[in-house]
């Protein structure tokens, strides 16, 4: 029986950032792996191989509809399905490598297996059994699906079954438009399928500023995606080759079907904690199957916490990774400090979609006096050079201190472009602070400046 100050059970980005943050603060650490390969859900089958399956197909729509008015002229390049595949699979080689390696080191145990926790201090993988001072539950989530939808991953598939399909099918239609089903929408879309999204509600991406939401479906819909929007998804029937989605339009209650080669179903996820033996330990969960934890992280178990999309809050990688270290700050007896207000998300089509803090809709109910400050990327120098001039920056500011509350992004870059105002409105900074600090031309983040300054006296370029 192997002793550790921690046991982390879980290797994706909260995980394997917890690991080393404690390691660094001298504690004797492992992690329990069941997967081949560390990096979990997002390193594997999620952020990491999408991104290089939206960058390719990204590469293929620029050479097919701007290379030519650049004078870059020739055949446009054909689709090798299987090589970019194999790019994808190099990727995330790359990555989990590089996981595995910051193990080493940082002297961290890899305990290979699935966990589970017997008892408060005691971690068993396989027939072993270790001991630990604290458990850090960082198991991650699973694709959710619905009633009378049986995921094959072959024909009904989840975003981990469409990273590996064996060809680029004609029809596909994606159940769900959040960030998932978007995304791979895109992807397909770019490699020749007809992609027709069908969405429960009447707008796209839930929660999102409402103005974003507008002009990202628009764009989607120029790309070439098909929308079907208030559709109640009943059934998927599927053959080895082909399915029929069954769906009602809850505005008249009419039945429709839609035939595809492939069905992605993307309809969010859940936390996966089965086999852990939490019941029987007697930690407590919220109603939606979370771990509950209080603001150190822990759970009512004491020394046992959780982290990540175990627990509530956006199932992002990065907010896994703020709670890793500030579980492991706290373990380590210091304060560990994660800023739910600042959590950017990003969507990573084309253009892409940031945002962080309040929408004006949030700010509205809450009865919040705001102002808001807007600049199109019509406006910005770079982005019409570059063929990626849709879209535009919103920043929120309040109506009498001007310190920002939020900010709204769809254009070229957004999700990098989203950072500088995290970083602002984690100093408290006004709108007025970041209008007032100069911005390398031309660059796509003068759009930000000139959307702070549109908070005040006015734009200058629009």
């Known amino acids: 029986m192997a002793s550790y100050d921690v046991i982390i059970i879980g290797s994706g980005p909260g995980g394997y950032v917890c690991a080393i943050r404690c390691a660094q603060q001298g504690l004797k650490t492992a992690v329990v792996e069941g997967r081949d390969t560390l990096g979990g859900t997002c390193l594997n089958i999620g952020c990491i191989p999408s991104k290089a399956l939206l960058h390719a197909s990204h590469m293929l729509h620029e050479a097919e509809h701007n290379f030519a008015t650049m ?26 490598k590089g996981v595995e390696f910051l193990f080493k080191k940082n002297k961290i145990d890899w305990l290979k297996g699935w966990g589970s926790i017997p008892e408060a201090g005691k971690v068993k993988v396989g027939d072993e059994v270790h001991e630990a001072k604290a458990i850090v539950i960082a198991s991650g989530s699973e694709p959710s699906s619905l009633p009378g939808v049986e995921v094959d991953e072959k024909v009904v598939v989840t975003s981990t079954g469409a990273l590996e399909l064996g060809k680029v099918p004609k029809k596909m239609v994606v159940i769900g438009a959040g960030v998932i089903g978007l995304e791979l929408g895109s992807v397909y879309s ?50 080895k080759t082909k399915a029929k989605v069954h769906y009602k339009l809850r505005k008249d209650d009419s039945d429709h079907v839609a035939d595809a080669d492939v069905v992605l179903v993307a309809t969010g996820r859940k936390p996966y904690t089965d086999g852990l033996g939490l019941d029987a330990l007697g930690v407590e969960m919220t109603k939606r199957g979370q771990v509950q934890v209080d603001a150190h992280w822990q759970t009512n178990v004491p020394g046992i916490y959780a982290i990540g999309d175990a627990i509530e809050g956006p199932m992002l990688a990065h ?32 253009p892409e979609v940031a945002n962080v803090g309040a ?101 200058i370029h629009m």
């Open 71 to 96: 004078g870059l002229k020739g055949k446009s390049p054909s689709v090798d399905w299987k090589q970019m595949l194999q790019y994808k699979s190099d990727t995330i080689g790359q990555n989990t």
């Open 190 to 239: 770019r490699l020749g399928s007809d992609v027709e999204v069908i969405e429960f509600l009447d707008a796209i991406t839930p929660g999102m500023d409402g103005e974003v939401q507008k002009q990202f479906k628009k764009i989607l819909t120029k790309q070439g995606l098909k929308f079907t929007m208030g559709a109640a998804v009943q059934k998927v029937e599927a053959t």
């Open 319 to 350: 907010k896994a990774e703020d709670e890793g270290v500030a579980a492991a700050d706290t373990i380590a007896g210091k304060h560990g400090h994660v800023n739910y207000g600042v959590i950017p998300g990003v969507i990573y089509t084309h």
């Open 359 to 459: 929408t004006e809709e949030t700010l509205k109910e809450a009865g919040h006096a705001f102002k808001v400050g807007k600049f199109s990327f019509m406006g910005n120098g770079r982005a019409k050079a570059n063929f990626s001039a849709d879209g535009f920056v919103k920043i929120i500011a309040d109506a009498a201190t001007d310190r920002i509350l939020g900010a709204h992004i769809i254009g070229p870059g957004a999700g990098d472009l989203i950072h500088e105002v995290c970083v602002a409105m984690e100093f408290g900074a006004s709108a007025e602070d970041l209008a007032m600090t100069c911005h390398a031309h031309p660059t796509y983040s003068e759009a930000v400046r000139e959307a702070a300054l549109a908070c005040g006296m006015g734009a």
